[in-house]
C-alpha cells in the first residue's frame, strides 16, 4: 500500500489472518525452516513477542562491519533507554500474538517499525523471549542506508521513549 518496511509490515498485519503474526525478511537472509523457533515460546505460552537473536549465529558475509556496529549501537541504547536486556533490538524474525500487538498500536512506516514495536511492547509489559536464529548473506540488495536509516530508527525511539507514542 505505502512504501518502506514498516509499510510492508503493517499492510501484512491488515491480513494476516492468525493468532500469531511471524515477521521474516524477504531477501533470504533468515532461514524460514527456523520459523519453529520462533513460534515455539509463544505456543507454550512462555512469551508474547519472540525475537530471533542474529548474533548466535552470524554466518560469514551477513551483516556488514557498519551495520554490525550500528545494530550493536542500537541496541546498547535501547537497552539503557527501556531498562531492557535484548541481544538484538534490529532483528527482523520474530513473532507475536496479534492481538498484542495490534494493541500496541505501532505507526512507524519506516525501518523504526521494528523497533517501535519492541519499545512498546517492553512498555506494556509483555513477555519476551529471544532465541537463537541462524542469519546469512542476503539475496538482492540492501535498501538499508546504515547511517541515515540507523539515524531514524535511533529517532523513533527517542520519540517512544519522551512520548510513549
Known amino acids: 500500500e505505502g512504501e518502506g518496511y514498516g509499510d510492508a509490515c503493517l499492510t501484512g498485519l ?15 537472509s533468515y532461514d524460514p525452516r527456523e520459523i519453529w523457533k520462533i513460534l515455539d515460546p509463544i505456543m507454550r505460552g512462555e512469551a508474547d513477542l519472540v525475537i530471533g537473536n ?9 551483516m556488514k562491519f557498519v551495520n554490525k556496529i550500528g545494530n550493536k549501537m542500537l541496541t546498547w541504547i ?5 531498562k531492557s536486556n535484548i541481544g538484538d533490538t534490529q532483528s527482523g524474525f520474530r513473532a507475536i500474538r496479534k492481538e498484542k500487538l495490534e494493541k500496541l498500536s505501532v505507526k512507524a512506516t519506516g ?11 517492553l512498555r506494556n509489559g509483555l513477555r519476551i523471549v529471544e532465541v537463537p536464529i541462524s542469519y546469512y548473506p542476503r539475496v538482492g540488495k540492501s535498501k538499508l542506508r ?3 536509516d540507523g539515524i531514524k530508527i ?4 527517542v520519540r517512544v521513549f519522551l512520548t510513549g507514542d
Open 14 to 28: 491488515k491480513r494476516a489472518k492468525g493468532e500469531i503474526v511471524v515477521f521474516i525478511d524477504g531477501d533470504m
Open 54 to 62: 542474529r548474533f548466535h549465529n552470524l554466518r560469514r558475509g551477513s
Open 78 to 82: 535501547i537497552n539503557k533507554l527501556f
Open 111 to 121: 525501518w523504526g517499525f521494528q523497533t517501535e514495536l519492541l519499545i512498546k511492547a
Open 146 to 148: 546504515p547511517f541515515r
Open 154 to 157: 535511533l529517532a523513533t525511539a
